[in-house]
């Protein structure tokens, strides 16, 4: 079984755990991210800032694949972090020249609970951006 497949029965046991548990009722973007991790749509969009947010499976490299693959663990991100990531966006700063070496990319950061998230975009048109993430330590 591949770190993705693991990772991802993880995380889909982790939601029902939380789904079970009294009085949880998710956000209308945490829904849609539970929608799309259990393959029910092959992207989630939303629209933050004036900006719309995509998340694509993506590969090795980028995208949804890439961060339950690479940053997907105790200590780094958690199932709320992914579930929140349009709440990570809407909040986080906007780095200037920092963070990545390419340069059609956008880095954000945020602290939540003692955590710096960072948030990579790519824009592929104005106001249109794809989305990956990961914890830095």
Known sequence: MSIYSENLAKIKKEIKIIESKKNTKFKKYQQDMIEFI??????????????????RMGDDNKGFRHILQKHYNPNDLQTMDILNLPILFK???????????????????????????????????????????????
């Open 38 to 55: 259990n393959g029910k749509v092959d992207k989630v969009e939303f629209k933050v800032n004036d900006k719309i947010i995509l998340l």
């Open 91 to 137: 909040n986080a700063l906007k780095l200037n020249e920092v963070g990545v070496s390419n340069n059609e990319l956008s880095t954000y950061k945020m602290l939540k609970n003692q955590k710096e998230l960072i948030l990579v975009t790519n824009e592929i048109y104005k106001n249109k951006l794809v989305v990956t993430s990961y914890r830095k330590n």
